[in-house]
């Protein structure tokens, strides 16, 4: 068993209160913004079974991402749409989504240290800690995990009301087989990322 507590509990033993996990989902995908999430959990919270967001049923995250934001210190969200993530490609983007997420808790809460999924923030002011596969090993980035990857899904079953045809609540956006075949078949409609390959091929570039 991973013990994703370790990170929090040595800066709790430093006297570091506010600990903000934060994590992006949506890099893959062919359609729709990526979305962070920065969450402070309280010291002593336990959610049996809480790891990456990828790793639990799609059930068990919304029910997760519930009792996340109801027993939280505060979270936020950072979302950069298609548009930007074309302009200044994914990796900046992704960046640039958990920087709002961190900013905005930063006007709710006094922020004293953040733990990031492997991706560096020069950019911050505040300590953080960049870990490798945090999702898993941290308890604080799993759960910011699971609410950015419900958010994001929300949004894509959203979008599949309006285009059934695309089969988004299915794949999320991301290339499978039938994703390639539906923008094939039907087109690329707004939301796309152009910059993309798959997305480029149907448009011809």
Do not use: Q
Not at 84 to 95: L, Q, T
Not at 124 to 136: A, Q
Request: glycine share 8%; proline share 4%.
């Amino acid at each position: 068993m991973i013990d994703n507590y370790e990170y929090e509990n040595n800066l709790y033993n430093k006297g570091i209160e506010y600990i903000g996990g934060v994590d992006e989902v949506g890099r893959g995908p062919l359609v729709g913004p990526v979305v962070a999430c920065c969450c402070v959990l309280p010291k002593g919270f336990i959610l049996e079974g809480l790891t990456d967001s990828k790793k639990i049923s799609e059930k068990k995250r919304e029910k997760f991402a519930e009792y996340i934001k109801e027993n939280c210190i505060c979270y936020a969200l950072g979302i950069v749409g298609p548009e930007e993530i074309d302009e200044i490609n994914i990796y900046e983007a992704s960046r640039k989504a958990m920087m709002i997420a961190i900013n905005k808790v930063k006007e709710k809460i006094n922020l004293e240290h953040v733990l990031v999924d492997a991706m560096p923030l020069p950019e911050l002011d505040i300590d953080s800690t960049s870990i490798i596969k945090g999702d898993l090993l941290s308890i604080s980035i799993s759960a910011a995990s699971v609410i950015a990857k419900v958010e994001r899904d929300k949004m894509m079953i959203d979008l599949d009301k309006l285009y059934p045809e695309y089969g988004f609540k299915n794949h999320k956006g991301y290339p499978t087989k039938k994703h390639i075949e539906a923008i094939n078949k039907y087109g690329i409609i707004d939301g796309y990322r152009k910059s993309y390959g798959p997305v480029k091929k149907v448009l011809g570039e």
